[in-house]
Antibody, heavy 120, light 108 residues
Framework: QVQLQESGPGLVKPSETLSLTCNVSGGSMNNYHWSWIRQPPGKGLEWLGC???????NYNPSLKSRVTISVDTSKNQFSLKVTSVTAADTAVYYCARLRAAKGENWFDPWGQGTLVTVSS | SYVLTQTPSVSVAPGKTARITCGGH??????VHWYQQKPGQAPVLVIYYDSVRPSGIPERVSGSNSGSTATLTISRVEAGDEADYYCQVWDSGSDHYVFGTGTKVTVL
């Protein structure tokens, strides 16, 4: 079955850009949608954005101007960039496949998550 | 933006039934999905389309949705059910995805 694995720096300096990659294995990325979700320490889940198989992106309005999601199906991976980070962006970042059917959408499966700390 | 509200914590004795609620405006008109997150682990889908169990989820886990409240019910609770549970909907009006505030289930 499809498995997802996040990778990227665990420490980012304030004002710099956070960059993460999600590697997809065990299945094709074609005709699926992909998403990023984060969870600050001790807090709940926050949807960051997604990229549909058409290439269209959709971002959480609270971060829209700072977030970019892209996909490279030839490498079976998709990526997240968050610019101008602050301590508030410290979180575990998860990638997930966005399932869509009958007009509804949910996340399954998820990657194991990677902790990104923003600190100088 | 659409808001989903969950009770912060629920305590239940082994063998009893845990009910976890998710409130939202007219949530009964949407499909609700539920995730279980054990400490230090990624969330796992346990219910989609209000009440459908993915493969591998036991029958004692069930879901319902009506009016302004969706409910995840775990019957015959076991120690392994201790986790945080999150509800999620897709807000079609904004094309955004919303998670509930989360409920911590403690098995006594």
């Amino acid at each position: 079955q499809v498995q997802l694995q996040e990778s990227g720096p665990g420490l980012v300096k304030p004002s710099e850009t956070l960059s993460l990659t999600c590697n997809v294995s065990g299945g094709s990325m074609n005709n699926y949608h992909w998403s990023w979700i984060r969870q600050p320490p001790g807090k709940g889940l926050e949807w960051l954005g997604c990229i549909y198989y058409s290439g269209t992106t959709n971002y959480n309005p609270s971060l829209k101007s700072r977030v970019t999601i892209s996909v490279d199906t030839s490498k079976n991976q998709f990526s997240l960039k968050v610019t101008s980070v602050t301590a508030a962006d410290t979180a575990v970042y998860y990638c997930a496949r966005l399932r869509a059917a009958k007009g509804e959408n949910w996340f399954d499966p998820w990657g194991q998550g990677t902790l990104v700390t923003v600190s100088s | 933006s659409y808001v989903l509200t969950q009770t912060p914590s629920v305590s239940v004795a082994p063998g009893k039934t845990a009910r976890i609620t998710c409130g939202g405006h007219n949530i009964g008109s949407k499909s609700v999905h539920w995730y279980q997150q054990k400490p230090g682990q990624a969330p796992v889908l346990v219910i989609y389309y209000d009440s459908v169990r993915p493969s591998g989820i036991p029958e004692r886990v069930s879901g319902s949705n009506s009016g302004s409240t969706a409910t995840l019910t775990i019957s015959r609770v076991e120690a392994g059910d201790e986790a945080d549970y999150y509800c999620q909907v897709w807000d079609s009006g904004s094309d955004h995805y919303v998670f509930g505030t989360g409920t911590k289930v403690t098995v006594l």
